[in-house]
């Protein structure tokens, strides 16, 4: 499917710059823009082109917001019908959706995302996804140490002491505001003893893969092959639902042997080929491998009890390796695992692929622990 995917702040343009270091130029990513008050932020961003970073916010001075969200939330108001704007160029109303990557612990990404939600959702006739990315715990611990630096291996950890307040309220608003949330669950994807800083650059990756490995899996070259089971925006859509609900990606890969190619007439000759048959049991292995690893695996956060109101299986790679009874033996063990009334499915045949891949969405999740700690962050408020 096609998307317009808009990094909003430090946080979401970093992740966008890197999506556009490992994706520009594929198929589902119809346009990309990063957003933010802070230029000097944007200037560091190093495979995104000038024209598609805009600054916002002139009453910020060109710098950070210092987390005050309401100061964010006020520039959002004002300044979502411009931003709205700068996508034109880009052809906006040709995407099947938008993403929105944003940190929401901060607060220029945190405060103009939901207003950007609703001005994206009035204009154009495609539901708004966010990826909000949690903030760690340490981020708000008081004792934590003062960050020294912008990048990876800068030591301290970060202190944001309003981040998770921010989160908190952030969630709420995007909830309200778009068709689904995607939150990526920092703490749970740091290594022990990492901080913030060292983890950056891997972490940055992995929310760009998983952005990719969903949103991407529906684009194949039709001359080449043709899915047996075409993914498309719409099963997307009606996977994720559009009452704001939580949804976590789990993705996992395998290492296969490419099917080798052979001559009809036994020598290779006479150019045209057929690809050798994949052992079955093998293939069928690698099916059952991947779609267990992305479901029970690490996922963008947590899926208490593994539980899900709707679920979406991709299965990719060469397609000798796509096993059809397994694929179906897996959809029927997802069924099971996430007590799902609705299991969406789809292939992604990759003919010169070197590894079979899984893509497990579950939406309408209950809530994740890191979750329900960041809202409690609010006094008074458990709810």
């Not at 009035?122 to 004792?143: G, K, M, Q, R, W």
Request: charged share 25%; no cysteine; aromatic share 4%.
């Amino acid at each position: 499917m096609r998307v317009h995917v808009i990094g909003l702040g430090g946080a979401g343009g970093r992740i966008v710059d890197r999506l556009t270091a490992d994706h520009d130029g594929d198929g589902f990513l119809h346009g990309v823009s990063a957003f933010d008050t802070d230029m000097e932020a944007l200037r560091r961003l190093e495979s995104l082109g000038e024209e598609r970073r805009y600054r916002f916010g002139d009453a910020a001075g060109g710098d950070g917001l210092d987390g005050d969200l309401h100061a964010g939330s006020e520039l959002g108001e004002v300044h979502a019908s411009e931003l709205g704007r700068a996508l034109d160029d880009q052809r906006p109303s040709l995407a099947e959706a938008f993403v929105l990557v944003v940190g929401v612990g901060g607060a220029a990404g945190g405060g103009v995302a939901p207003s950007l939600a609703v001005e994206l959702d009035t204009l154009y006739d495609a539901p708004v996804y966010a990826v909000a990315i949690l903030p760690a715990a340490a981020e708000s611990d008081p004792d934590a140490g003062m960050e020294t630096g912008t990048g990876p291996g800068d030591g301290a950890e970060p202190r944001r002491p309003l981040a998770e307040r921010n989160a908190a309220r952030t969630l709420g608003a995007l909830s309200e505001r778009t068709a689904a949330v995607l939150p990526f669950d920092t703490d749970a994807w740091l290594r022990p003893g990492e901080t913030v800083p060292d983890a950056r650059d891997r972490l940055n990756g992995t929310v760009a893969d998983r952005i990719a490995a969903l949103f991407g899996a529906g684009e194949s070259d039709a001359d080449v092959v043709t899915p047996q089971q075409v993914l498309d925006a719409s099963d997307v859509a009606r996977a994720v639902g559009d009452d704001g609900e939580l949804a976590a990606v789990g993705y996992a890969t395998q290492a296969v042997e490419p099917p080798k190619t052979e001559s009809r007439f036994g020598l290779g000759l006479f150019g045209s080929s057929e690809p050798e048959k994949v052992d079955a049991s093998a293939a069928v292995s690698a099916v059952e491998t991947v779609i267990r690893k992305a479901t029970r695996g690490k996922n963008t956060v947590e899926v208490p009890e593994g539980r899900a109101d709707r679920t979406l299986l991709v299965v990719g790679g060469p397609p000798p390796w796509l096993n059809r009874e397994a694929i179906a033996d897996g959809r029927r063990w997802l069924a099971e695992e996430t007590g799902s009334g609705a299991i969406l499915s789809g292939d992604a045949p990759i003919p010169d692929g070197e590894e079979v891949f899984a893509i497990v969405l579950r939406s309408g999740i209950d809530e994740p622990e890191r979750i329900r700690e960041i809202r409690e962050s609010i006094p008074g408020r458990t709810e």
